[in-house]
Each structure stands twice: as C-alpha cells, then as structure tokens.
T-cell receptor, first 113, second 111 residues
Framework: GEDVEQSLFLSVREGDSSVINCTYT??????LYWYKQEPGAGLQLLTY?????DMKQDQRLTVLLNKKDKHLSLRIADTQTGDSAIYFC?????????????FGSGTRLSIRP | DTAVSQTPKYLVTQMGNDKSIKCEQN?????MYWYKQDSKKFLKIMFS???????INETVPNRFSPKSPDKAHLNLHINSLELGDSAVYFC??????????FGNGTRLTVT
C-alpha cells in the first residue's frame, strides 16, 4: 500500500539551509509534492516534481528525487523566520479515473535566531 | 477570485447532532476531495469524487456521507457527531494530474 514518511521536527538557524526529507513506498507515483502549512491556515503548494525528473529548482527551493531509493528532499536556502511552518510531502498515484494523493505526517520547521 | 471555498470556517456542536460542511471550487477541476487533519496534524484522505462519481472511499464511518450535486461542489454531511470527529476538515480539488488546491479548512469541535 501507499505510505509516506518524514521526520516530525527540524530546527535550523536563520540564514542556514534547511533540508526536509521524505520517503515513499509506491513505485507507481507520478508526481511528488511539497506543501506548506502555516499555523491556523490551509495547505499551500510550494513545489512539485514529476517522477521522471531528479531535480527541480525554484528560487530558494530545491527538490531532489531519488526514484530508486524512493527518497524525496526539499532544500530551503537562506532559511528565514517566515519559513516556520509544517511541511508536508505527498505522493500522487493513478487511481481509477483520477489520482490518489497521500500525505506524510508533516515536518515542523522551526527557526533559531 | 479562483479558489476552493468551504463553509463554515468554524463549527461547534454537541455530540449526537447532524451537521454539514459545504465546498465549492471555481477552478474548473474535475476531481474533488475531503481530507481530515487531526490534532497531531496528520492528513488523511476520506473521499474523492471525479465528475460527480465517488472514486475513493477510505475507511470512514458511514455516518459521513459526501454528496456531489455537480462537478464544482462536494459537500460533507456528518450524522450523530462524536467527540472523535473533532478535527479540521479540508476540501480540495484537482484536474487530472495537477496538484491539489485546498480550501482553508473547517475546524469542527464536538462537545
């Protein structure tokens, strides 16, 4: 079955890079996503990567995908206090006429001054 | 504004009551979802409709009944509410393989 795992907490110093890791089990995943959730808010799509890519960069965000190991990471360069949030990894797999999207448990990123 | 909108934002009710949460999307998407986020922030898929047809129905008590009158709407009705139903419920939509677009959530508190 599908399972997505990520560590629950990460603490980094302001200005450093943050790396949030995620592993998934379903090899038929088509897309992998990173969502950000700030306190009391909904989920905001940060970035996503198609399963036949191994890297995607978007300003301060870099996504790396190792399909062989089913490992996904999100690197945030020059982490700022506004980056404090919960980051969810998610995988999308074909399901009937649509897609099924399964989320990891979320990684709570906190920033130290 | 193009968006996924759900109402109400907050819902406080007593055990045993029946309540509904409404969701509408004006993005032209063909698939809509309900997710439940518990107090530990775990997000679990509940239901998915594609073109008004139920395609995903996870292990959810049958007190929960989704209804999709058209592609742009997916409502969630909950009968005989229990304390354990307290959570934030998120509606979302997508089109084919596009990412999910989420509503802002409905915080349900059952007392």
């Amino acid at each position: 079955g599908e399972d997505v795992e990520q560590s629950l907490f990460l603490s980094v110093r302001e200005g450093d890079s943050s790396v949030i890791n995620c592993t998934y089990t379903d090899s038929s995943s088509t897309y992998l996503y990173w969502y950000k959730q700030e306190p009391g808010a909904g989920l905001q799509l940060l970035t996503y990567i198609f399963s036949n890519m191994d890297m995607k960069q978007d300003q301060r965000l870099t996504v790396l995908l190792n399909k062989k190991d089913k490992h996904l990471s999100l690197r945030i360069a020059d982490t700022q206090t506004g980056d404090s949030a919960i980051y969810f990894c998610a995988e999308s797999t074909p399901y009937s006429s649509a897609s099924k999207i399964i989320f990891g448990s979320g990684t709570r990123l906190s920033i130290r001054p | 504004d193009t968006a996924v909108s759900q109402t109400p934002k907050y819902l406080v009710t007593q055990m045993g009551n029946d309540k509904s949460i409404k969701c509408e999307q004006n993005l032209g998407h063909d698939t809509m979802y309900w997710y439940k986020q518990d107090s530990k922030k775990f997000l679990k898929i509940m239901f998915s409709y594609n073109n008004k047809e139920l395609i995903i129905n996870e292990t959810v008590p049958n007190r929960f009944s989704p209804k999709s009158p058209d592609k742009a709407h997916l409502n969630l009705h909950i009968n005989s509410l229990e304390l354990g139903d307290s959570a934030v419920y998120f509606c979302a939509s997508s089109h084919r393989n596009s990412p999910l677009h989420f509503g802002n959530g409905t915080r349900l508190t059952v007392t």
